[in-house]
């Protein structure tokens, strides 16, 4: 059955590319008769013009799409990715040539490191794919970093399981296929002219036919990749890099949105190689188990219509139904795969170079400890904004100076009120009365009233309330920068009064009867602090 459907899937790629030769076969037929009733001294209508124009325009698009399914196997030059030489890298060249000779295959002529929780060979195939050419291999940094040597050897191994064709000769070429038919597509979809649009209609119908019928033969393609890896590099090794994979995807994407675009809206990036380089750090000293918090609570995204990876559980659940095979790890194979790299430090750099781009050299740099703090200070002053403008309105209202139909967002930022200001205003009974009702709501929300109104509006407050205290408390030089390596996201470390009653205080503080006792002894304790 396996076989049948290898045939199968081949025998509908063959005709995606002899598709393109029926339709300018019909379309010749239709001029042919066009120009035989024209010559044969029939009346030449306008709509006859017409149709010899838009069979043209066919033409053309059925020409340049079967130019597109025959360059899909050509090789690109590599974006985003930084090219390494067997000179330059050795050790990770002779782990990528082990890997590719166990499965029979030939080690990829050109080898770069990109930015990826990924590992992937293309190869400038031939003849629509029956022939294999020019191959290049791309290693995601993010691998190296969080993967073992022996973890790491396995995803090469299933790599280069995929053109090892053991179950089938044409195995190779019908995923070569599903990469060219794709690719066709996707040249369609980028043309806005009628003429391609109809074309591509077809293209894409028959794609979804050869998609269909070839998604099978990808399934047992990557469960064989999976076993080659398994006889390469162990069974509980490729189990473990095969559960390493979305756990250290969903800690990259953590450190990408927490740390590395850390100074993003104050445009600003981390030291120079730190960008990617940063990762290391997060990743220090912590198994898989401690990064599974970055993935806990998370859906699974939806797979692909045509998605040829068959779910991770079941492909680890294969895997482990294979006989022990009694192999352990090497005290070699069990350390960090990123010591495969030399001069780490210098691929980071160069990384960030081919991925920033011309924002790599005009961006300023800062130090993480400088960028954490200049971050907190700038969402400090974001949300206690609102308050402090709400304070400032309610206040002219008590001392009937406001102004009528004044936005709130007109208020200066020198007339904004101070902490004390904030807190004296709350304890004179403002806050529920009058500050409330000008911090700003959604239009679905205006209608609340009494308590469904001040449970909406309490988180800002005391968000404000807290965004204010932290920027007295930098400026009282009683914070330090956290940059909570092993925790959840980098923030500021508070003096331990702070850190353990702040909360206490601010939730006193916007009660429904107000309480500002605790937090104004703690801020007695930061004047006294900076008085020394």
Not at 471 to 500: F, I, K, Y
Request: aromatic share 6%.
């Amino acid at each position: 059955m396996s076989r049948l459907r290898v045939v199968r899937a081949f025998v509908l790629l063959t005709g995606f590319f002899l598709l393109g030769f029926v339709l300018l076969a019909a379309l010749g037929a239709l001029d042919w008769l066009l120009v035989s009733r024209a010559a044969a001294g029939a009346p030449t209508s306008l709509l006859q013009g017409g149709a010899l124009t838009a069979s043209l325009l066919l033409a053309v698009a059925i020409v340049q799409g079967m130019f597109a399914f025959l360059r899909a196997g050509r090789l690109r030059k590599e974006e985003g990715a930084v090219a390494v030489t067997p000179d330059a890298q050795p050790e990770l060249w002779a782990l990528v040539r082990a890997a590719a000779e166990a499965t029979g295959e030939q080690p990829p002529d050109e080898l770069y490191l990109d930015a990826q929780v990924n590992a992937a060979v293309s190869e400038a195939s031939r003849m629509l794919g029956l022939l294999p050419g020019r191959r290049r291999m791309r290693i995601g940094v993010p691998l190296l970093v969080g993967m073992t040597v022996q973890q790491l050897r396995g995803v090469l191994a299933h790599e280069f399981g995929h053109y090892a064709n053991l179950d089938t000769r044409l195995g190779g070429v019908i995923m070569r296929g599903r990469a060219a038919v794709l690719h066709t597509v996707e040249v369609f979809g980028r043309s806005q002219t009628w003429f391609h649009e109809a074309v591509g209609m077809l293209y894409v119908r028959y794609a979804h036919l050869y998609l269909r019928t070839s998604q099978a033969v990808g399934r047992e393609q990557e469960l064989a990749a999976d076993r080659t890896a398994a006889r390469h590099a162990g069974r509980d090794a490729t189990v473990s890099s095969l559960r390493a994979m979305p756990v250290l995807d969903a800690a990259y994407e953590h450190y990408l949105t927490a740390y590395a675009g850390v100074g993003e809206r104050l445009g600003v990036l981390p030291p120079r190689g730190e960008v990617y380089g940063g990762f290391r750090r997060m990743m220090a000293g912590r198994s898989l188990e401690d990064l599974a918090e970055f993935s806990a609570g998370q859906t699974p995204p939806r797979p692909h219509e045509y998605d040829s990876h068959p779910p991770i559980a079941e492909r680890v659940a294969l895997i482990q139904a294979l006989p022990e095979d009694g192999r352990t790890a090497e005290p070699d194979d069990a350390r960090p795969a990123l010591t495969l790299l030399r001069e780490a430090d210098a691929v980071f750099t160069a990384l960030e170079a081919c991925t920033l781009g011309p924002t790599d050299s005009t961006v300023p740099r800062a130090s993480w400890d400088d960028l954490v703090m200049a971050r907190a200070v700038a969402e400090a002053q974001e949300e206690s904004r609102p308050l402090q403008v709400a304070t400032a309105r309610a206040l002219r209202a008590e001392s009937a100076d406001d102004r009528a139909g004044r936005p709130a967002g007109s208020v200066a930022d020198d007339a904004l009120p101070c902490l004390e200001d904030v807190l004296d205003a709350v304890d004179r009974g403002l806050l529920w009365m009058e500050i409330a009702d000008r911090i700003p709501k959604p239009q679905q929300a205006s209608w609340l009233t009494g308590a469904s109104a001040r449970n909406f509006v309490r988180p800002s407050v005391f968000n404000g309330l807290a965004g204010l205290v932290h920027l007295r408390l930098v400026q009282a030089g009683q914070v330090t920068p956290d940059l909570a390596w092993s925790g959840h996201s980098p923030g500021l470390a508070l003096p331990g009064e702070w850190a353990r009653h702040m909360d206490e205080a601010l939730d006193a503080a916007v009660a429904d009867t107000p309480d500002t006792a605790l937090l104004r002894s703690l801020l007695a304790g930061v004047a006294s602090e900076v008085a020394r």
